[in-house]
């Protein structure tokens, strides 16, 4: 079992910066058998994919809408996985969630197996 705890969200203007986190509460050897990735859910529309990253860290995967904006890290020794977004934009406005899956690195929702309870993230134009 995984349980996945995000923060960081808030309120922002059009140009500004965010970090969001997300920690894992289980063991790192469970958390290592999942890639973890960042899916977001505007009003009104479908959750869709925005990034994801292997448990090495070594691979990773963007959604073309956020390439070159946000970037997704992690550190093992902390559990946590990170998504820094710069240059936001008003439609970028969301529910992040963070979520872990084995097969998660290949972009599909409903790769996740364990979803956290989200972050809200506006940003104001």
């Known amino acids: 079992q995984v349980q996945l705890v995000e923060s960081g969200g808030g309120l922002v203007l059009a140009g500004g910066s965010l970090r969001l986190s997300c920690a894992a509460s289980?063991?790192?050897?469970?958390?290592?058998?999942?890639?973890t990735g960042w899916i977001r859910q505007a009003p009104g529309k479908e959750r869709v994919f925005v990034a994801a990253i292997s448990w090495s860290g070594s691979s990773t995967r963007y959604a073309d809408s956020v390439k070159g904006r946000f970037t997704i890290s992690r550190d093992n020794a902390a559990n946590t996985v990170y998504l820094q977004m710069n240059s936001l934009k008003p439609e970028d406005t969301a529910v992040y969630y963070c979520?872990?899956?084995?097969?998660?690195?290949?972009?599909?929702?409903?790769?996740?197996?364990?979803w956290g309870q989200g972050t809200r993230v506006t940003v104001s134009s």
């Open positions: 289980t063991s790192r050897s469970t958390f290592s058998n999942y890639a």
């Open positions: 979520a872990a899956g084995r097969r998660g690195l290949n972009g599909l929702v409903g790769s996740y197996d364990y």
